[in-house]
């Protein structure tokens, strides 16, 4: 199976991203899948993650904000970012986790600025 990130892209504050996490494989596979990112220096972070069942979850730092949905017609998970914050600028990563392994997507860039 193979996670592939898109939709990242240079946006100013308070703008709007979509990343879309395609995968080569049934998503109904994973137990979870989610986005992750890392910043420049700093470790990779939980952004927010869904469920085989459709249960979410997301970081403190981005509720309100971010949304995670998946269509599983098209085996795709998307996050669906607003508002969007300088601080928010980092490699975003895709990942689906089965019950013996995970895996994850190439990452995409996210910066925010003016």
């Known amino acids: 199976v193979q996670l592939q990130a898109s939709g990242g892209g240079l946006v100013q504050p308070g703008g709007s991203l979509t990343l879309s996490c395609a995968s080569s494989g049934s998503i109904f596979t994973f137990n979870n899948m989610g986005w992750y990112r890392q910043a420049p220096g700093k470790q990779r972070e939980l952004v927010a993650t869904i469920t085989s069942g459709g249960t979410t979850n997301s970081a403190d730092s981005v509720k309100g904000r971010f949304t995670i949905s998946k269509d599983n017609a098209k085996n795709t998970v998307y996050l669906h970012m607003n508002s969007l914050k300088p601080e928010d600028t980092a490699v975003y990563y895709c990942?689906?986790?089965?019950?013996?392994?995970?895996?994850w997507g190439q990452g995409t860039q996210v910066t925010v600025s003016s």
């Open positions: 990942r689906g986790d089965r019950l013996l392994s995970t895996y």
